[in-house]
């Protein structure tokens, strides 16, 4: 019963990012040039959630109401190219763990992870967060997942949405989950941040373009 069930969520997934492609927008031609404001580059950042951050695995979601990241963001040229270097990022905090139906969840990240801009459109990047690593331990259960996570910056709000698709991340290695969480399963990785540079509330840019 569980197959026919996750083929048909992947099928809807294809089906939903396709018709997104179809409908968005896309730059007529690819920045190579990426300029991060305020000046001067590299900036220090802070990120703090808003609304949840949600690691979904084989239908379980693990949901942390807390979750804070420092970062770098700077200029970059090239098409992908990494504007920013996630130094730090946190799930959870004391008194507020991340939670789910198997128990309290812990997420260790190994950093850094690395923000990758692709496209550029009126404001907002399209890219990815790449080198994605963390250690999830629920109870006796403990796995690791890696890949990358698609996502969009909001110039206008500092937001970074982070919404992946199933097949960026994968768990490469899993002890004492049993068939809950095993080796080879594709988790989804969601939720916004808000970004300031450190310290202010001056909310930093991202700005593509091909001179």
């Known amino acids: 019963m569980k197959k026919p069930i996750r083929k048909l969520a992947v099928v809807a997934g294809g089906a939903s990012a396709a018709f997104a492609l179809a409908v968005s927008p896309a730059s007529a031609v690819p920045s190579t040039v990426w ?3 305020p000046a001067p580059s590299p900036v220090n950042v802070s990120a703090t959630n808003s609304g949840n951050i949600v690691l979904g695995v084989n239908g379980i ?8 990241a420092t970062a770098t963001m700077f200029n970059a040229t090239g ?8 130094s730090a990022i946190a799930f ?11 128990g309290t969840v812990s997420t260790v990240a190994t950093t850094p992870w690395t923000l990758v801009a692709q496209d550029y459109t009126a404001g907002v990047t399209k890219g990815y967060v790449n080198n994605v690593d963390a250690k999830v331990t629920v109870g006796a259960c403990v796995f690791r997942v ?4 698609s996502g969009t910056y909001t110039n206008s709000t500092g937001k970074l949405s ?12 899993s002890t004492g989950c049993g068939s809950a969480v095993p080796v080879g399963a594709k ?8 970004i300031k540079k450190t310290g202010t509330t001056v909310i930093p840019t991202i700005v593509g373009s091909n001179p």
């Open 187 to 194: 988790p989804t990785f969601k939720g916004d941040y808000l």
């Open 162 to 173: 982070v919404n992946s698709v199933a097949g960026e991340l994968t768990v490469v290695s």
């Open 35 to 37: 300029t991060v404001s």
């Open 61 to 68: 979601a693990m949901t942390c109401t807390k979750s804070t």
């Open 92 to 102: 959870g905090a004391t008194g507020t763990p991340c939670t789910s139906v198997l």
């Open 79 to 86: 098409n992908p190219a990494t504007v920013a270097s996630i």
């Open 146 to 149: 890696t890949g990358k996570a």
